[in-house]
């Protein structure tokens, strides 16, 4: 059995956790090994919504720990009821989803399975023995990695692959389940959610327009054009390292290996160099515009569309420009 | 009082293509500089906001090669004041190896707190400070970007996919760092001297790693296909004529 750790929004199946277990059943696939099961920790805000994203990734059951001491978050309560189907089930591979939270309650399980965890996987090379691709140096570099033992651990990186239905569709069955937990097992739940008015990362990792500013913005003061051109096309602001770093921008708001990864159907990436650490996270964009003062800036030859010149004077004529078109 | 052992690790400084060496095994590094990761500066600024707030020390420890001693002069001039250096190939230690490392040390000393980085920069493997938790039997939270310890409860904040999202947890703890919540310091001229002459305890391991890596390679390199639409404000006209193409603007 391929077990996967699905993560679940009020829309259903996160779009990461859906990616995962296309990832997963072609690896099951490939290994012999098509049985694909999920399991979901907590409260489900849409069941039938779950169902229907389950049963379209070909899913026969999901299990579902359904405790009220599970309703917080806390990584080794929710690592607790993966192992528990894991074990039961003799699963030979736990999939999830490289989002902060899978990848720390992944890290737990194959702690508690004494095996083998790959984060960032991208790829599966060989299934004996089983080896795959995984990003390493912020996505600068592959690695292939074997992973012996019985059972092991695949964190998928987000966006690396698509996914896609089944050839069948199935119909999910569920199974409700209380796994056992320990008193060291609760000892790290969340003791409260602050939501600060925009603070939240989801706003720019869920944007379909994603406006990037990088140290060519100046300073602080520079953002005024990147605002309204975000405002203009609906989308959210991303901004590089070096923004946060100097303090222009606060930290949820950047972009990359140590920031949020976004997959936007537009990203504009305005005074950014494109290093390898931010390109890690933008990487994923559909479409790429850099506006930038030198053309072989890295952003700026990996784009699919590129201006030359002064972020401060194109940004305003790009804003003017929709303006006036807007009437 | 509190003891806190923060550990990091020497990694490539690379912005732009990786040079692999002649194996492919690991990473050329000959023509680029050494850091730590983001997250590793972040919990050495932690380590020693929480030592100073407690009346205890910040120790910093790394597995490393030889020359990794840098990383862990840089951690000492902007605070910590004691250096543990676990002298070892990590290259083919994996992330069971290096928490199984870091917990024979942590055995045999009296450290409250360890603080670690989310993910090294550049294995990325999320796992050292969860596999280092439990071979010491102790609580971990990971993705933290503040702390703060009262008495024996530490109070970690770190963002969820709601907001931030709080947790109290007993110490002795484990903790891991993720960038974002506090400005790492930069030395002074007496850290910097303090530094120099702070004696170095290398350390060796029993640890045998066990490395899965079979090889390094290079991302396809993609061929340059950009359309330049322009050059300066005259380009507006273009920009959106492509975002209406694309269908981000609607005509
Ligand atoms: C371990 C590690 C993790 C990292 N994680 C991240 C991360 O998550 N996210 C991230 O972004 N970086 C990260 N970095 C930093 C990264 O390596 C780069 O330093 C950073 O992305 C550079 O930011 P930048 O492009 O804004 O600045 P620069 O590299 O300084 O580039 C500025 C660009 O703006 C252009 N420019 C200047 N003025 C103008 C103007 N007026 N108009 C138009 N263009 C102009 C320049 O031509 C240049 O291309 C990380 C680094 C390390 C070592």
Request: aromatic share 2%.
């Amino acid at each position: 059995m391929i077990l996967v750790l699905v993560e679940t929004d009020p829309q259903g199946v996160t779009l990461t956790s859906r990616e995962a277990l296309t990832f997963a059943r072609t690896m099951g696939e490939r290994m012999g090994d098509p049985q694909l099961e999920a399991v979901a920790v907590g409260p489900l805000p849409d069941t039938a919504a779950v169902l229907a994203h389950l049963g379209e990734q070909g899913v026969t059951t999901l299990h579902h720990a359904d405790d009220e001491r599970l309703a917080a978050y806390g990584a080794a309560a929710w690592a607790a009821a993966v192992v528990d189907v894991a074990s039961s089930g003799a699963a030979r591979l736990v999939v999830g989803s490289g989002t902060p939270r899978g990848m720390e309650v992944l890290a737990h399980v194959a702690t508690r399975l004494d095996c083998l965890m790959a984060a960032n996987v991208i790829a599966l090379e060989d299934t004996d023995p089983l080896t795959v691709s995984r990003q390493v140096m912020g996505g600068g570099v592959f690695e292939r990695m074997r992973l012996d033992g019985e059972v092991a651990v695949v964190a998928v990186a987000g966006h690396a692959v698509d996914p896609v239905p089944a050839a069948e569709s199935r119909t999910t069955d569920v199974r409700t389940y209380e796994p056992a937990l320990t008193d060291a097992d609760l000892l790290t739940r969340v003791v409260r959610t602050e939501k600060a008015a925009g603070e939240d990362t989801s706003a720019l990792t869920g944007a379909k327009v994603v406006v990037g500013a990088g140290r060519g913005a100046g300073s602080a003061d520079g953002f005024t054009d990147l605002l309204e051109l975000k405002d203009l096309l609906g989308g959210a602001l991303g901004v590089s390292r070096v923004v946060t770093s100097l303090g222009w921008r606060p930290h949820h708001e950047q972009v990359g290996q140590t920031g949020s990864r976004i997959s936007p159907d537009l990203y504009v990436a305005c005074g950014i160099s494109g290093a390898i650490q931010h390109w890690a996270g933008c990487q994923s964009a559909k479409t790429i515009l850099a506006i930038n003062t030198d053309p072989d800036a890295p952003m700026v030859t990996q784009a699919h569309y590129a201006v030359i010149g002064d972020l401060h004077e194109v940004v305003p004529a790009i804003n003017e420009e929709l303006r006036r078109r807007r009437g | 009082m509190t003891d806190v052992l923060v550990c990091i690790k020497r990694v490539p400084e690379t912005s732009s293509q990786v040079l692999l060496s002649e194996d492919g095994m690991s990473v050329d590094a000959r023509h680029v500089g050494h850091t730590v990761s983001p997250h590793e500066e972040a919990a050495v600024e932690i380590a020693i906001q929480v030592a100073e707030a407690s009346g205890g020390t910040a120790t910093v420890l790394t597995l490393g090669p030889a020359d990794a001693v840098e990383q862990l002069r840089d951690a000492i001039a902007v605070g910590c004041t004691r250096a543990i250096h676990v002298e070892a190939d990590s290259e083919s230690f994996g992330p069971a190896d290096v928490a199984a490392a870091i917990a024979e040390v942590v055995r045999g000393e009296d450290f409250g707190l360890v603080l670690v980085g989310n993910d090294a920069a550049d294995s990325g493997d999320f796992q050292v400070g969860v596999r280092l938790a439990y071979a010491l039997g102790r609580p971990v939270v990971t993705g933290i970007s503040t702390l703060s310890l009262d008495g024996d409860t530490l109070t970690a904040r770190g963002s969820g996919p709601d907001g931030d999202e709080i947790y109290e947890l007993p110490c002795p703890a484990v903790v891991a760092i993720q960038e974002g919540g506090v400005a790492p310091r930069y030395p002074s001229i007496v850290g910097r001297m303090k530094a120099k002459k702070l004696p170095i305890e290398t350390i060796s391991t029993t640890v045998s790693p066990t490395t899965r890596r079979l090889g390094l390679t290079s991302p396809p390199e993609r061929p340059s296909t950009v359309e330049v639409l322009g050059e300066g404000p005259e380009a507006a006209k273009a920009v959106v004529d492509m975002l209406v193409s694309i269908g981000v603007v609607s005509s």
